[in-house]
């Protein structure tokens, strides 16, 4: 995975979290809502059905006990926050009005129903406020009687409900924090666990691509990327120039001195060419001391200029083994795309390197320690 697509999936990510968030909040406000009212439409019900049955049941002469539905909306049997109680007549006339006089919007009285109590959720206006009002109708009947006695409308406040139901809505909105917490967390570990794979991702593709001793690309990579690099110049023009290297008497070194002294030797003269090449450049490990290297887009001029810095700083490099000083030098070859012709792309690719190659066996005849070019 490169780091372009783990960050788009990381980003992805955290996008449907916050959507999912959205979601949840939504739906939290939506249930409370619903919850809330159904509960106050639910007591709104029960409050004026258990009225209706003890005004039926104490009713006397067709005529309604007003003092005892008074005494009723007074106990706490019937709490709940009235905003309006009006009570009619057989003739429709007012017996009795209690609360705040309000203008209804939508008004539900009707006569001669026996049996049910109608009800509507609606909104009223008293002065500048507007209050969510539920409203209940029911009809008072004498016993074997087809006329109703009275008619009895009821208006409960459900904006007042909130202390009532203000414990519920308390563990809703816990319930909500928790489920958000968890969340946040089971992310956060998401998160985690993308990153450690991603990094581990890393590690297994560099060790697959780099050098273990000196960080430089391997082999099989180095030419991976020196192919691409061949492809390019050949359709889209520019030049490179191949550098080829051998430490001078490696071996023996590491004979004298053993192979711990000769990884100390490599990983310095990795880093010279790191320090002295650009990071575009490609530099790769071909063999225990041969180092390839491609320096993309200068002349060869400029590529002998840098390959000559590299020489002179690896032979001034000072290299000690048990207090004594180790004289260690570079032989290098190079080759330029310029001087080639490109004919075709293996061709060019073949070129390159066997020219840069018989470069670096010419500089070793002449004793090591010097560049070659064609």
């Known amino acids: 995975m490169d780091k372009k697509k783990y960050i ?14 959205i979601v949840m909040f939504f739906l939290y406000i939506n249930i409370s809502n619903f919850v809330f009212h159904k509960a106050g439409a639910q007591l709104s019900m029960k409050t004026a059905q258990s009225m209706k049955n003890i005004l039926e049941y ?53 006569n001669n129903y026996r049996d049910n109590l109608i009800h509507t ?17 029911f009809c008072v009947f004498e ?4 006329k109703p006695s009275a008619s009895i409308a009821i208006s409960f406040n459900l904006d007042q409900f909130s202390d009532l139901f203000s414990g519920k809505q308390f563990l809703m909105l816990s319930v909500f924090l928790l489920t958000l917490l ?4 089971l992310v956060m570990i998401i998160l985690g666990l993308q990153q450690q794979l991603f990094q581990s991702e890393e590690k297994i593709t560099k060790i697959n691509t780099h050098d273990e001793v000196t960080g430089l690309l391997t082999r099989e990579a180095f030419m991976e990327h020196f192919k691409n690099e061949i492809v390019r110049i050949f359709q889209t023009g520019g030049q490179l120039s191949v550098i080829t290297a051998d430490l001078d008497n490696f071996l023996q070194i590491c004979d004298k001195n053993g192979h711990d002294f000769g990884t100390h030797i490599l990983k310095t003269v990795a880093a010279i060419f790191q320090e002295n090449l650009r990071v575009f450049d490609l530099i790769g490990r071909f063999g225990s001391d041969e180092i390839i290297a491609v320096m993309i887009g200068v002349s060869p001029e400029e590529c002998l200029k840098t390959t000559e810095a590299c020489r002179i700083a690896i032979k001034e490099t000072e290299f ?10 570079m032989s290098f070859g190079i080759s330029s795309s310029s001087k080639l012709p490109k004919e075709s792309i ?4 073949h070129d390159l390197l066997f020219n840069s190659l018989g470069s670096l066996a010419q500089a070793k005849q002449e004793g090591g320690n010097c560049c070659f070019s064609k």
């Open 182 to 185: 968890i969340l946040i967390f």
């Open 346 to 349: 293996e061709q060019l690719k």
């Open 320 to 329: 000690f083994y048990n207090d004594k000083k180790i004289p260690v030098s």
């Open 143 to 146: 016993q074997n009687s087809e």
């Open 8 to 21: 788009e999936k990381r980003s992805l990510l955290v996008a449907i979290t916050f959507l999912f968030l």
């Open 58 to 110: 104490s009713l006397k002469d067709e005529q309604i006990d007003l003092q005892l539905l008074k005494t009723l909306i007074k106990t706490d049997d019937f709490y709940l926050p009235l905003l309006n109680l009006t009570i009619y007549n057989a003739d429709g006339k007012i017996l009795m009005e209690e609360g705040k006089t309000v203008s209804l919007k939508k008004s539900i009285l009707h």
């Open 121 to 137: 959720n609606i909104s009223i206006t008293h002065g500048k406020e507007k209050i969510r009002v539920y409203e209940v109708f």
